[in-house]
């Protein structure tokens, strides 16, 4: 995927009727910005069918997007919330928090709401920072790294944190959530895409089980805790499993691909580095402009509840729609000149978190974690430089990277006391 400019060669290159939306290769490999420019310009309502039967409504302008993710009374979650789960019902419909619509959604997400926000959160920084650092140890030396492959770990520390999940555990947490995130990325697939989910959701499900074990009748203020005990232990034991694994995924499947694609855009456009170490105070605009322009949760799903008149045309009584984030994101309708990355963007409403009842819970979590990562870097790095080619993940839920080489530059005083 080219997150750069999209030129009127690219949008001319563009067959509609040839794009495969829900082809997960089509994101790594080719142009989907391209196609949404061509979508938000010519077709809001664009209709996808597969091969096999199922298809499913594009929507691709900003506020037609707010619209289908904000709206449950025209819009529902509890048919699935992923383009993967396309005409398959999901199981944890009414839930699991992302697939329930309020008021259940509601009465499900307040008790969260407190431990993922302001002071809930701040007994949980300290291993933030720490894991921010141990993501940026390897850089001073000057030789190449992977930034996309060490972010993996970051967003552990906020959810293994917030879920108080041993450290030890971490590392197979994060490939079992990536393989659930990416079942058909080369990096993840075992066996097959079909293979790997099951494989993926297995484990996932067994470990959140086990633990949810471990934890009976001990004490504790964590979030995993908080749901067992949820209006005096009304959650069964599946809907613990579920929703913690719907956090787990939240975190570990977004977070890192921000970092990885923010970097690669500070390298692609260093006065914006430079104007960012020039200005520290810029740091939390640089990480909202991050999100923008990376737009790492790409696709939500959503059912029609009636039909519904949209974007010039009209979504019929059940059928699906996918919302794409990160073309909502570079409509130019809301953002000025879209394809720039810009820390000086001024009113960035950007919806890289979503709209609407479902807005991410782990938005603040999330920002506090970049911030920090971005104020370590300035405090420590001139510049990154490319090592290599990005690789980027074959997925059509997230759009991210598999890897990203680069070098970074100490700051001339860490040269100097490194030496
Ligand atoms: C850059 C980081 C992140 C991005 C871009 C992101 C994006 C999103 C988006 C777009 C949604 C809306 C889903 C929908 O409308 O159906 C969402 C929901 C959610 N996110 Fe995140 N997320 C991020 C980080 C996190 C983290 C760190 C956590 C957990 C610690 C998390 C947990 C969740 C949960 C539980 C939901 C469901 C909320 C609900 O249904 O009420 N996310 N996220």
Redesign the pocket.
Known sequence: MKLARVTAADMAAVDLSQIDLFDAAYHAEGDPHAAWAVMRERAPLHLSRLPDGRSFFNVTRYHDACRV?GDHREFT?ERG?LLGQLGHDDAAAGRM????DPPR?SE??RP?NKM?TGRGLARSEDRIRTAVRSLLAPAPGGDAWDIAQRATML?MA??GA?MDLPEPHWADLVRWTGMAAAPQDPVFMIRNPHATLAIAHHQLFEYFATQYEARKDTEGDD?FRLLMTMRDGELTREEVVV?CY??????????P??VAGTVLALMENPEQFRAVRENPELVPALVEEG?RW????SS???YAVEDVEIAGGVVPKGEAVA?W?GSANRDAEVFADPYRFDVRRADNRH?????????????T??RL??RMLFEEVLDRFEEFVPAGEPSHLTSNFVAGFTSLPIRAVPRRSEAVAGT
């Open positions: 993710l979650s919330s928090l992302v697939a329930t959604h499900l997400r969260l993922f967003p906020i959810a917030l979030a929703n719907s956090l787990l995924l939240g975190a570990n499947a977004t977070t691909h921000t999100l990376t737009s790492p949760a939500f799903l959503r919302v984030v919806i890289a978190f979503g709209y609407g009842a479902h807005y991410c819970l782990g938005a979590v999330a974690t970049l």
